[in-house]
C-alpha cells in the first residue's frame, strides 16, 4: 500500500512496482488508506508520506491500519524533511525513515526482503 497525497507520485510508484512484479494499492489520503484496509486490503509493506495534507499524517495513518488490520506490516516512511517527520509508535515491524525523493534502485532492493518479513511477521501476529 502507497499512500501520497500526490496522484503523479502515486501513479510513478504504481509504475515502477508493477513493472517489477509487485501489485501496488494507491491512496491519496489517510481516510482512504483506512477504508482500503477495511475492505479487505492486507498490504505487506506500506509506503507512506508524512506530510499528506489532510487530517492525519503518515505516522498515524500507520498506527490506525495496524489496528485494522491486526497485524504491522513493515512501514516505509518518507518526507521531504527528516527534522519533522515522527516514527510511528509501533514496536512490532520495522519502520524505514527515508528523506524525499527515494531512490527506485533501494526501494526495490529492499522490497524482497520486507514483503518477507511482512508475511512471516503477520503468519506469528495472527496465530498468537
Not at 8 to 32: F, I, M, T
Not at 74 to 82: A, E, K, S, Y
Amino acid at each position: 500500500m502507497h499512500v501520497d497525497d500526490e496522484q503523479q507520485v502515486l501513479d510513478g510508484l504504481a509504475s515502477l512496482l508493477s513493472v517489477n512484479g509487485y501489485e501496488a494499492h494507491g491512496a491519496c489520503s489517510g481516510p482512504r488508506a483506512l477504508q482500503l484496509a477495511r475492505e479487505g486490503l492486507h498490504p505487506d509493506v506500506m509506503i507512506l508520506d508524512f506530510n499528506l495534507g489532510d487530517d492525519m499524517n503518515g505516522a498515524e495513518v500507520a498506527e490506525q491500519i495496524r489496528g485494522v488490520l491486526g497485524y504491522t506490516p513493515p512501514i516505509v516512511m518518507l518526507t521531504g524533511d527528516l527534522s519533522n517527520a515522527e516514527f510511528p509508535c509501533i514496536t512490532d515491524a520495522p519502520v524505514w525513515l527515508v528523506s524525499k525523493p527515494l531512490d527506485p534502485r533501494l526501494l526495490l532492493a529492499a522490497l524482497p526482503g520486507l514483503v518477507q518479513l511482512a508475511r512471516a511477521t503477520r503468519a506469528a501476529q495472527l496465530h498468537r
